[in-house]
């Protein structure tokens, strides 16, 4: 009777016994197995739903490898063929009755375009906003290499990642993510460290959304009282081709007298100051504005109501790279190739501000910390490393479509190629109907992901701290209000997106993408006896790249 209480084939070795016997959801189906009771051993005459001849006989057979095999003894284990698959696995009631597992630790595998276009849809963030400005700020041509550089850098930088928890070989690391590497060779140092540059990285973004969330609900605001007042802005804006319009705000008129008044000009330090104008400011009212909608947001205990909205990221980068493609074909190509000198209209070829776009790009390609449970969903796991590939490809392509099309579509002249703005949605009027609807989408989008930030942030930090990722709802209150501070402060008196994705690329990028990865590497190949001199020194430079992308974002 004793050993037929105990679970079929489990292993003594691994001490696992009954301890989750409570939960379906714990269940292991290598090591607890389907219970059957013969149906000659139910004392009921009634009716009963009795299991399957197939199950009565697999479970036959998990008896019969059951007591070939010892406690200690894997020689006998069952084949995989006898096994059952985990969307097989089913609990055998003492009543005959068959109940189906509706959860198992094994979820099911996607194939590989499914987990392609997740990563490219994780990665895709705030930062394509700011592509033409990046790569206005290199020089076309240095721009589009280094987006091509870049890119290639940073999916080697991930592959490295990606296969890191395969190197530990006398530990179970199925489970693992990347932190729990850094922890398992640099102890304490590295999972603190990991979780604060993580951390730099998703407060970051939630700075950014802060500033972005302003600037979509301003200019949502501005464009409902002009046409609800009929207010006409066309004096103070730039035309092209009697269609197109395209401002340059905040420009100094001093450059060009000729062209002065075609830009919007800065209205609320005039006098006649409307009491719209007053109560609506992007910089002054309206990022307090959003504390009322957002602060209860990020309170909530849970943040699965947010995560159904996630499919709007996709409909977002979409319409922006149909936005981005009529405003080209209306505006056409306004390109001329100054290799080193600045001309009035164009920029140089070559810019010693290309580091700007190395940061912002650092965070565009940003993807290290989660990319290993991504990809362990993939079905065919041998592709991985090309379907990461095809992803970055994906990734790099767009960046380069948005960045590359406004760039050249930019009207120059009579505007200066200067004037592309870290986010190029506001070098078009609030009175543009494709771009209203741009700002709308991304708006509602971006609230929706701001309470799935805060969740991450908070769920890594109390948990670290407290054990708990609810410790109490005052801890969680006061978390919180440092969040939106930061975001309030930076749209109130820095609200440059690409000044703060760069530093936050930059940053994260520092530890989680070219000193964790690359030391992991080298370590793990010295143990091995694998570490040629040409392997130690290209990661050693890797780490001195990213030394020096950080380092140059200060003398910017």
Not at 294 to 314: I, Q
Not at 353 to 371: D, E, K, S, W
Not at 415 to 435: R, T
Not at 473 to 495: K, Q, T
């Amino acid at each position: 009777m004793e050993e037929d209480c105990r679970p079929l084939l489990s292993s003594e070795q691994t001490g696992e016994g009954y301890m989750h016997r409570g939960s379906t959801d714990s269940l292991d189906f290598k090591t607890k197995r389907p219970f059957h009771v013969e149906p000659n051993n139910i004392i009921d005459d009634g009716p009963q739903e009795k299991i399957s001849a197939e199950a009565a006989v697999l479970n036959n057979r998990l008896h019969y490898y059951s007591r070939l095999m010892g406690s200690s003894d894997r020689l006998l284990s069952p084949p995989d063929h006898v096994i059952p698959q985990p969307d097989d696995i089913y609990i055998y009631s003492p009543l005959g009755t068959a109940f189906k597992v509706p959860g198992s630790d094994h979820p099911a595998k996607n194939p590989s375009i499914i987990t392609i276009f997740a990563v490219w849809n994780t990665m895709m963030g705030t930062s394509i906003l700011s592509m033409p400005w990046g790569i206005k700020q290199a020089g076309f041509t240095l721009g589009v290499f280094i987006v091509i550089f870049i890119g290639l850098l940073m999916l080697y930088c991930c592959y490295t990642v990606l296969k890191s928890p395969k190197s530990i070989s006398h530990i179970d690391t199925s489970d693992w993510e990347f932190p729990d590497v850094c922890q398992y060779y640099f102890g304490k140092v590295g999972q603190w460290s990991s979780l604060m540059f993580s951390m730099v990285s998703l407060i970051g973004a939630m700075v950014v959304y802060w500033v972005l969330m302003s600037n979509f609900l301003f200019n949502t605001g501005q464009f409902i009282y002009n046409h609800a007042h009929n207010i006409s802005e066309a004096d103070s804006e730039f035309q092209t081709n009697g269609s197109e319009k395209v401002i340059c705000p905040n420009m100094d008129p001093g450059r060009n007298e000729t062209i002065s008044t075609l830009y919007l000009s800065d209205y609320r330090n005039t006098s006649d100051v409307s009491s719209f104008e007053q109560y609506w400011s992007k910089t002054d009212t309206v990022p307090f504005y959003l504390i009322i909608l957002l602060l209860p947001l990020l309170c909530f205990r849970s943040a699965s109501f947010f995560a159904r909205f996630t499919f709007l990221g996709t409909i977002s980068v979409v319409y922006l790279i149909v936005l981005v493609t009529v405003k080209a074909a209306r505006l056409g190509f306004h390109l001329e190739f100054h290799w080193f000198d600045k001309t009035q209209f164009y920029v140089p070829e070559f810019r010693s501000l290309f580091p700007q776009l190395t940061g912002v790009l650092t965070l565009a390609f940003f993807i290290h910390n989660c990319i290993i449970t991504l990809m362990k969903n993939n079905k065919n796991q041998e592709n991985n490393v090309r379907d990461l590939s095809v992803a970055y490809l994906l990734v790099g392509l767009t960046y380069l479509y948005v960045g590359v099309l406004i760039f050249a579509a930019f009207p120059s002249p009579p505007l200066f190629k200067d004037c592309i703005q870290p986010n190029f949605l506001d070098n078009f009027p609030s009175s543009d109907i494709m771009v209203f609807v741009a700002r709308t989408f991304l708006l509602f989008q971006m609230i929706t992901v701001y309470p799935l930030l805060g969740y991450l942030v908070r769920v890594q930090i109390m948990g670290h701290i407290f054990g708990n990722h609810y410790p109490s709802f005052f801890h969680i209150l006061a978390l919180n209000i440092v969040i939106i501070g930061a975001g309030v402060l930076m749209a109130r008196f820095y609200p440059n997106i690409g000044s703060i994705i760069r530093f936050s690329g930059a940053i994260c990028g520092l530890a989680l993408v070219f000193v964790f990865p690359a030391l992991i590497h080298m370590i793990s190949l010295r143990q091995q006896g694998k570490l040629s001199v040409v392997s130690a020194i290209f990661h050693s430079f890797l780490i001195i790249l990213g030394v020096a992308n950080l380092v140059a974002q200060f003398f910017m």
